[in-house]
């Protein structure tokens, strides 16, 4: 069974820098991309960028291009999303998900439970 | 860039009452349209892709339909458990924008 299973919550603050992970079971890594999807509290879905593991290649939206970096080790079948500075507006919990083809832009039929940031001092 | 509207952003409907949300897409995104369904304090789950195939496991009530710009999620008859937050989303042309939501409640 495919499954998406990602680091902990996370209490920072601004200006820290910090890597949440995203850890794939139970299909091929290396041969379908995966997003990331921003959740602000009470707010909607934002896809964020997303990255073909065999080759690296990534994707950003506009709205977060040069804000985060997403990056993926095929060797332990683990995606990442960073950042660099966090700032408050940072507050999110962040998802990711997997397209359902393999190297293919599709709709995200498998999740990972979320992780939650949280930027304060 | 191609932007997602979703309408109504809000509704109240009845238990066994035909619930239908709108997506309509700024430019043409052929039938690249997914439908989630957000509950409160869950992860999404995928309802609909390809604008109208239904995602396997997901209730017959749930239907999509639709292509171009302009699309439909209908719930034909609304069950208690569908009290939710509904998006659509575009997947084509490496960008996967998703509309604004709809939030589904009970009357």
């Known amino acids: 069974e495919a499954q998406l299973v990602q680091s902990g919550a996370e209490v920072k603050e601004p200006g820290d820098s910090l890597r949440i992970s995203c850890k794939a079971s139970?299909?091929?890594?290396?041969?379908?991309?995966i997003a990331w999807v921003r959740q602000m509290p009470g707010k909607g879905l934002e896809w964020m960028g997303i990255?073909?593991?065999?080759?690296?290649?990534?994707r950003y939206s506009p709205s977060f291009e040069g804000q985060v970096t997403i990056s993926a080790d095929k060797s332990i079948s683990t995606a990442y999303l960073q950042w660099s500075y966090l700032k408050a507006s940072d507050t999110a919990t962040y998802y990711c998900?997997?397209?359902?083809?393999?190297?293919?832009?599709?709709?995200?039929?498998?999740w990972g439970q979320g992780t939650m940031v949280t930027v304060s001092s | 860039d191609i932007q997602m509207t979703q309408s109504p952003s809000s509704l109240s409907a009845s238990v066994g009452e035909r619930v239908t949300i709108t997506c309509r897409a700024s430019?043409?995104?052929?039938?690249?349209l997914a439908w989630y369904q957000q509950k409160p304090g869950k992860v999404p789950k995928l309802l609909i892709y390809?604008?109208?195939s239904l995602q396997a496991g997901v209730p017959s009530r749930f239907s999509g339909s639709g292509s171009g710009t302009d699309f439909t999620l209908t719930i034909s008859s609304l069950q208690p458990e569908d009290v939710a937050t509904y998006y659509c989303?575009?997947?084509?042309?490496?960008?996967?924008?998703f509309g604004p939501g709809t939030k589904v409640d009970m009357k």
């Open positions: 998900a997997r397209p359902r083809g393999s190297n293919s832009h599709d709709a995200f039929d498998i």
């Open positions: 139970g299909y091929s890594f290396n041969t379908y991309w």
């Open positions: 990255i073909y593991p065999d080759d690296a290649d990534t």
């Open positions: 430019q043409g995104v052929g039938n690249s």
């Open positions: 390809a604008a109208s």
């Open positions: 989303q575009k997947y084509s042309g490496a960008l996967f924008t």
